[in-house]
């Protein structure tokens, strides 16, 4: 079955530093999609990526889809405090209906 | 729109007793999820419904059962509660292939 690996687990930065994520897929993609979570809320919707090579941008955020669609990033540029929360994508592949997650990332931004 | 409703926002339970965690949306998605998150943990997805009278199981089914008699409404059952079951449960739904929609969590201790 698909298997999903985000990296790093946690990453705690200076405000202003720039975070990074990145989620790989043991399997080819059909699209993906990234979440964010706030400590004690619940995870909501940043954005989709289908094509392959594709590059989104909201504000501060970049996300980028792989080229073999197999992998995928999420880059914050000058993280602020209101970044902190735990990013996660989820990966979906031509076979399932299913909708499951990678196992995130921890951000933590020091004032 | 509500969007997804949860109910209740927290239980305690004790070994062996039994509860349904309500699940209702007003979206017309035809797809809902039930999730379990431990603390500092990811999201693993319980059982899936693709629509009414058709449910599956996710990556950790057991212990719990699930119907889909209407659109709006997914309900998860425990069974003979058990300390492992302690967690926060996420019920989420979405149309294929667009951004999923959480509830606020059920947070359940079982003591």
């Known amino acids: 079955g698909q298997q999903v690996m985000q990296i790093p687990q946690y990453q705690h930065v200076q405000e202003g530093e720039d975070f990074t994520t990145y989620c790989n897929s043991s399997?080819?993609?059909?699209?993906i999609q990234w979440y964010k979570q706030r400590p004690g809320g619940h995870p909501v919707f940043l954005i989709q990526?289908?094509?392959?090579?594709e590059v989104k941008k909201q504000k501060r955020l970049t996300f980028q889809f792989g080229e073999a669609k197999k992998n995928s990033s999420l880059h914050i540029t000058a993280t602020q405090t209101t970044d902190v929360g735990t990013y996660f994508c989820?990966?979906?592949?031509?076979?399932?209906?299913?909708?499951?997650f990678g196992p995130g990332t921890r951000l933590s931004v020091l004032p | 729109n509500a969007g997804v409703t949860q109910t209740p926002k927290f239980r305690i339970l004790k070994i062996g007793q039994s509860m349904t965690l309500q699940c209702a949306q007003d979206?017309?998605?035809?797809?809902m999820y039930w999730y379990r998150q431990d603390p500092g943990m990811g999201l693993k997805l319980i059982y899936y419904?693709?629509?009414?009278?058709?449910?599956d199981k996710g990556e950790v089914p057991n212990g719990y059962n699930v119907s889909r008699s209407t659109t709006e409404d997914f309900p998860l059952r425990l069974e003979l509660a058990a300390p492992s079951q302690t967690s926060v449960y996420f019920c989420?739904?979405?149309?294929?292939?667009?951004?999923?929609?959480f509830g606020q969590g059920t947070r359940l201790t079982v003591v």
């Open positions: 399997t080819t993609l059909s699209n």
């Open positions: 989420a739904s979405n149309l294929i292939g667009t951004e999923a929609f």
């Open positions: 990526l289908v094509k392959s090579g």
């Open positions: 989820a990966p979906r592949d031509n076979y399932g209906q299913n909708f499951v």
């Open positions: 979206m017309n998605h035809n797809y």
């Open positions: 419904s693709v629509g009414a009278g058709i449910t």
